[in-house]
T-cell receptor, first 112, second 115 residues
Framework: NAGVTQTPKFRVLKTGQSMTLLCAQDMNHEYMYWYRQDPGMGLRLIHYSVGEGTTAKGEVPDGYNVSRLKKQNFLLGLESAAPSQTSVYFC???????????FGEGSRLTVL | AQKVTQAQTEISVVEKEDVTLDCVYETRDTTYYLFWYKQPPSGELVFLIRRNSFDEQNEISGRYSWNFQKSTSSFNFTITASQVVDSAVYFCALSLTGANSKLTFGKGITLSVRP
């Protein structure tokens, strides 16, 4: 079972470049999330979605955009990357609102 | 508002010692869920437990046990007879149950178990 798959796993960008992280889940989950993990900061929620076609801001949404055009996919976009966005990004999904989160393996992004 | 505090940042123990990881949470809601996740050095996040606010029974799973006390807003995690494989970052998290509820994580505790 694939579970939650994130692509790419690693990426290096220059300041100002754009990119999209793709998250795909095959568990038919309604809820999907994007977190970033930085040393000493834990996991902070960027954006989330409570169903196909919906998105909402989390704790640290600035500089990111998301889309959930299909139930199984949740895209995280950086329009103009900044060094402060160097981080490890985790996608997660859950079947119900307060259920267990299933995480992807993470995507390590470096912005030079 | 909701908040999770893991005051311990790093803990180092020798194998076979018992260790307790503290978690204190804040919320005004009466219905909520508490979680613990483990992040081993390989980086993936592994779900350990979910507890709802109406169930204060302690839980034991092998060498792992959890103590939930609403009176002190704490949900502590104890590893008995620690092993090197327990070395990881452990996150406590809180979820409310409203329409747009989401999981809020603490900053994590890095546990190192030395042989």
């Amino acid at each position: 079972n694939a579970g939650v798959t994130q692509t790419p796993k690693f990426r290096v960008l220059k300041t100002g470049q754009s990119m999209t992280l793709l998250c795909a889940q095959d568990m038919n989950h309604e809820y999907m999330y994007w977190y970033r993990q930085d040393p000493g900061m834990g996991l902070r929620l960027i954006h989330y979605s409570v169903g196909e076609g919906t998105t909402a801001k989390g704790e640290v949404p600035d500089g990111y955009n998301v889309s959930r055009l299909k139930k199984q996919n949740f895209l995280l976009g950086l329009e103009s990357a900044a060094p402060s966005q160097t981080s490890v990004y985790f996608c997660a999904s859950s079947f119900w609102r307060s259920g267990e989160l299933f995480f992807g393996e993470g995507s390590r992004l470096t912005v030079l | 508002a909701q908040k999770v505090t893991q005051a311990q940042t790093e803990i180092s123990v020798v194998e076979k010692e018992d260790v307790t990881l503290d978690c204190v949470y804040e919320t005004r809601d009466t219905t909520y869920y508490l979680f613990w996740y483990k992040q081993p050095p390989s980086g993936e996040l592994v779900f350990l437990i979910r507890r709802n606010s109406f169930d204060e029974q302690n839980e034991i799973s092998g060498r792992y046990s959890w103590n939930f006390q609403k009176s002190t807003s704490s949900f502590n995690f104890t590893i008995t007879a620690s092993q090197v494989v327990d070395s990881a970052v452990y996150f406590c998290a809180l979820s409310l149950t409203g329409a747009n509820s989401k999981l809020t994580f603490g900053k994590g505790i890095t546990l190192s178990v030395r042989p």
